[in-house]
């Protein structure tokens, strides 16, 4: 289709129905024309033969008697092997045509000369007296003039066919491309924002409507990532403007107490805590548009992941202090499974799920970790602690960027907002799943499953 790019779909449809009707009509023509022409040709035949038959009995069966003169719109002529015409009422200008000697069998010709076209059939026949040729020939111009005109009359409907196909094709393919005609006018309108909504579905349950379907999720997908950006931009700029402005005022601070070497360390000291922060909570807002690609995960055996495990909960007991009784449980007997998430993802799931539970007691909490394999083999991290758990409100939102279950809470090991989305959105990545309910005895507890690969 490349010759014809230019042209529209409705065109190339058009186009298409016309060259294969030109196609079915022409085999269709050229197969009625071969009959037709077959059977004026047999029925010359006939008559010729019909002539012929008198004469050749008269040579089988009397041959003493010389045969009888042909009637005046009869055309025959016999001739013997030594080419002598005993009776001959054929035309002169076809007897010259005829082929010399005695034919093997009887033979059917379509001699053509100047002023005739006629079907001519020879019948050889031996006797007592020797071995003749009977020729009879028919007219054969009315036979022509009905192909003549039956082909004519084929080229008149063929083309009128083709026209009929070429005007159907492009009226029913008008008809089928005005659903999407409108869905175009409308998808401009929803480009420039002039409008909103959806591109329109038709009352027809067809492809054109699979299609309209099919855009106007990805138009909600669309929006919902832009407005997912632009959400995450405006609270961005939120949570960076505090610890911007703390920063600034602590610089400030230094600079007043820059004759004051124990008070310029302390103003230098907190603001390294606050870029720390600003550092940590930019790498947190990396981290999650690099999972918003929905880029294919990498696969990591459960050992790599125990290990992970591990590591994390040595690093968590290191921040968290003597505050926090940080415990863990590992039922991972096939440790060769492999699974949809990375051993820096995974190591960042288990640090924010440790860091909240951490946070969430006042005082001393208990936090117990258990990494295990269900009986479909997907890997399940649960993450239980014993502090006051999560208020009720705050759950179905728990996994949005930038909430938090108290706004005022701060803590050294957390506190952007982020930590929950971020576990979410390493779950998801691999087909898995995060959920944070409360227990009846009290204390929260957060659940990722990782499906097997």
């Known amino acids: 289709m490349t010759p014809f790019r230019w042209l529209s779909i409705r065109a190339r449809i058009t186009l298409g129905s016309v060259v294969i009707g030109a196609v079915v009509l022409s085999g269709v023509a050229f197969v009625l024309h071969e009959q037709i022409e077959h059977a004026t040709l047999e029925a010359d035949r006939s008559l010729a033969a019909g002539d012929a038959a008198a004469f050749v009995a008269d040579l089988r069966q009397d041959p003493e008697e010389p045969p009888d003169v042909p009637a005046a719109d009869v055309l025959v002529g016999i001739r013997t092997d030594g080419g002598h015409w005993i009776t001959d009422s054929l035309p002169e200008d076809l007897r010259p045509v005829l082929p010399p000697g005695i034919p093997d069998h009887t033979v059917t010709l379509r001699l053509h000369t ?52 070429a005007g ?13 005609s409108r869905m175009r006018r409308t998808a401009e309108l929803l480009s420039t924002g002039a409008v909103g909504g959806h591109l329109p579905i038709g009352s027809s349950q067809d492809e054109v409507a699979e299609l309209a379907r099919t855009l106007n999720a990805f138009i909600d997908r669309q929006r919902e990532n832009t407005e997912r950006e632009h959400r995450m931009i405006a609270d961005a700029s939120h949570e960076l403007r505090t610890p911007l402005a703390a920063l600034t005022a602590r610089l400030e601070l230094a600079h007043r107490a820059s004759g004051d070497a124990d008070a310029l360390e302390r103003e230098l000291d907190a603001a390294e805590v606050d870029a720390g922060r600003l550092v940590a909570l930019a790498n947190t807002m990396l981290e999650l548009s690099r999972l918003d690609e929905r880029g294919r995960p990498p696969e990591t055996p459960a050992a790599d992941l125990v290990t992970e495990l591990m590591g994390s909960v040595d690093r968590m007991r290191t921040l ?10 590992v039922e991972v007997p096939a440790l060769g499974t492999r699974y949809p998430v990375g051993p820096a993802a995974f190591a960042r799931v288990v640090d924010n799920l440790v860091a909240n539970a951490v946070a969430a007691g006042d005082g001393r909490v208990v936090v117990r970790i258990t990494l295990l394999q269900d009986d479909a083999h997907d890997l399940v991290l649960r993450v239980v602690d014993d502090g006051p758990g999560v208020a009720e409100t705050f759950l179905p939102r728990a996994f949005d960027r930038f909430t938090r279950a108290d706004p005022a809470r701060r803590s050294g090991l957390g506190g952007s907002g982020l930590g929950l989305a971020l576990v979410r959105a390493t779950a998801e990545r691999g087909g898995g799943s995060a959920r944070l309910t409360n227990r009846p005895t009290g204390g929260a507890q957060a659940e990722v499953r990782f499906p097997r690969r």
């Open 168 to 180: 159907t094709a492009w009226l029913l393919t008008t008809l089928a491309l005005r659903p999407v």
């Open 320 to 329: 968290a202090g003597r505050g926090a009784d940080i415990d863990f449980v």
């Open 114 to 165: 100047e002023r005739r076209v006629a079907t001519v059939i020879g019948t050889p026949v031996t006797n007592d007296r020797g071995t003749y040729v009977v020729w009879a020939a028919h007219d054969g111009r009315a036979g022509e003039e009905t192909v003549d005109s039956v082909d004519r009359s084929l080229v008149i409907g063929a083309l009128l066919a083709l026209a009929a196909f």
